[in-house]
């Protein structure tokens, strides 16, 4: 006689536990490019892209991807409140399931404590949402308001819907930290494009003179200045003015070439080893002295050419995508009358721009503009 397969019997308890805790790992999922991939609005690249631009600006993630044209202001919000949503089921979930299926070795001792913490976490969430409702006419207005200056776009009446549906702190959640110190309303910037496949590496190219929210750039050139004039008679210094001196008189290709080998001479080191930070922009003294990774490369080669003469809007940071590493990686573009020449610190050879294929701009600057770069056609 064969032997039956019992079906499974296993207790309920068992069952609503993974149960609870299969939708419990979905409501948990609420960081808001998760949920904007899988609501179709952006792509995975997209998100990619703009989570590289907010490394260095600093700035929310959903404002970056409003002012590049990726998602409209009302689906931010849109999916703002969803997300919002989520964390308070998700904390009425941590409580049924600690409700439902303690850990039996630890029941008698935590319980009660993660049962408060749960029903506190809810009762905070939920009373967001109770004050968005009781704003008085005047805070709904600044917040309207608030929604009109970073985002520009949707009605008055858009606006203020959203403002009210929102949790009283969910604006400030997409709003810079700072907002009267941080760049104009996008409304007030005039992008210029580029022709079409004409930008770096074929790309679309969408121009801005307003560089105030890229701030590790602002903020490292204001700090090189403030060492050249402290620090200028320093050996380090006075080596390196000493060596751009002995190439003046070369045509601008020869320089470049020149500035590229002599830069690229300098140890690499991460900046988690060099200053215990994730990104640090060193100024050029710093590099010289400690060493930097990709970006400070560029920035030192950046400075080295400005102090030959080479003009600033003859020149780009640019933050690409490496294909082949499938990392951010920071590179110099110069353009000059010999042609556009890319200076990177991963080849020891100054290479035209036209041979390079194995990045992908995101966005390039330089002290007086950025650009944002998509696939041609799609800026």
């Known amino acids: 006689m064969s032997k039956m397969t019992m079906p499974d019997q296993r207790p309920q308890s068992d069952t609503t536990q993974s149960f609870l805790r299969s939708v419990g790992h979905r409501l948990h999922s609420t960081r808001l490019g998760d949920l904007l991939i899988a609501g179709g609005l952006i792509t995975s690249e997209q998100l990619h892209q703009a989570l590289s631009i907010q490394k260095t600006t600093r700035e929310p993630l959903g404002k970056i991807l409003v002012r590049e044209g990726t998602l409209s202001a ?80 949707p009605t008055k009446v858009q606006a203020q819907q959203y403002a009210m549906a929102l949790p009283a702190n969910a604006a400030a959640a997409i709003a810079p930290a700072a907002a009267p110190t941080m760049a104009a309303p996008v409304a007030a910037v005039r992008p210029q494009l580029a022709p079409q496949g004409s ?26 200045e403030d060492q050249m004039r402290t620090q200028n008679a320093s050996p380090r210094v006075q080596a390196w003015k000493a060596s751009m001196q002995r190439l003046r008189g070369q045509s601008a290709a020869q320089q470049v070439a020149a500035v590229n080998d002599y830069i690229n001479k300098t140890t690499y080191i991460e900046d988690r080893q060099n200053y215990s930070k994730s990104d640090y922009w060193a100024t050029p003294i ?38 082949i590493k499938n990392i951010p990686h920071a590179i110099l ?47």
């Open 333 to 379: 573009i110069v353009y000059t009358n010999e042609g556009t020449f890319v200076l990177d610190n991963q080849d020891k050879r100054t290479r035209s721009a036209e041979d390079v294929n194995r990045y992908k701009p995101i966005f390039s600057i330089n002290s007086k503009s950025w650009w944002l770069h998509k696939d041609g056609g799609n800026a």
């Open 199 to 224: 930008g770096l590496f074929g790309t679309a190219e969408v121009r801005s003179n307003d560089i105030t929210a890229f701030t590790k750039w602002t903020t490292v050139m204001a700090r090189f």
């Open 74 to 153: 009302v689906q931010l919000y849109r999916k703002l409140t969803e997300q919002w949503c989520l964390k308070v089921s998700a904390a009425g979930l941590t409580m049924m399931m600690q409700m439902v299926t303690p850990n039996s070795a630890r029941a008698e001792e935590h319980a009660l404590s993660n049962v408060q913490l749960a029903v506190t976490a809810a009762t905070q969430m939920g009373a967001h949402a109770v004050r968005s409702q009781a704003d008085t006419p005047r805070q709904q207005q600044i917040r309207v308001a608030s929604f009109q200056r970073h985002y520009g776009g």
């Open 286 to 323: 710093e590099f010289f002295s400690r060493g930097g990774d990709c970006e400070d490369f560029a920035i030192a080669k950046y400075a080295s050419l400005r102090a030959l003469g080479f003009a600033a809007d003859k020149m780009r940071i640019a933050i690409v995508q490496d294909k």
